[in-house]
């Protein structure tokens, strides 16, 4: 996609002109972000008695174990107090991806992809973080990741 910049000092706010030869599914969603998402706010997680803001760029994954949701990122593993289903409504639109019943990856940090086995998708994750996709999602991942 070519992506064109013009200053013009007369104009009272920001015009963004997107021009397709036709309509797509990726210039809709460009026009959305356009719209009116707003900036990303960060996650509020916890360990122990202490409360962090992590931004998204920094979570590796969001995952269910023992009834609760984590938040792992390069520094460690967090304690989230939303639900895997209200994570996946506040993220949609993003690189974050439910891969199972349990877990969403942040696609950004994927650094290996291994396709061969039959039906399932092994994700690595940035620190040797290994995830399964389960075959529930597969249609899902390939379309996100354009396979």
């Not at 104009?11 to 030869?21: G, I, Q, T």
């Not at 940035?126 to 390939?142: L, N, P």
């Amino acid at each position: 996609m070519k992506v064109e910049i013009q200053i013009d000092p007369s104009l009272d706010e920001p015009v963004a002109v997107l021009r397709s030869p036709s309509p797509t599914e990726e210039i809709e969603a460009l026009a959305a972000r356009l719209r009116g998402e707003a900036v990303p706010q960060p996650f509020t997680v916890y360990r122990e008695r202490e409360a962090a803001r992590v931004s998204r760029s920094m979570v590796l994954r969001f995952y269910a174990e023992d009834k609760g949701v984590l938040c792992q990122t390069e520094q460690g593993t967090f304690t989230v107090r939303q639900r895997l289903y209200e994570l996946e409504q506040a993220l949609e639109g993003t690189r974050f991806v439910r891969v199972s019943n349990s877990e969403i990856v942040n696609l950004d940090r994927v650094t290996g992809l291994d396709l061969t086995l039959a039906g399932t998708i092994k994700m690595t994750l940035e620190g040797g973080t290994v995830c399964w996709v389960s075959r529930r999602y597969v249609k899902k991942i390939r379309s996100a990741l354009g396979l």
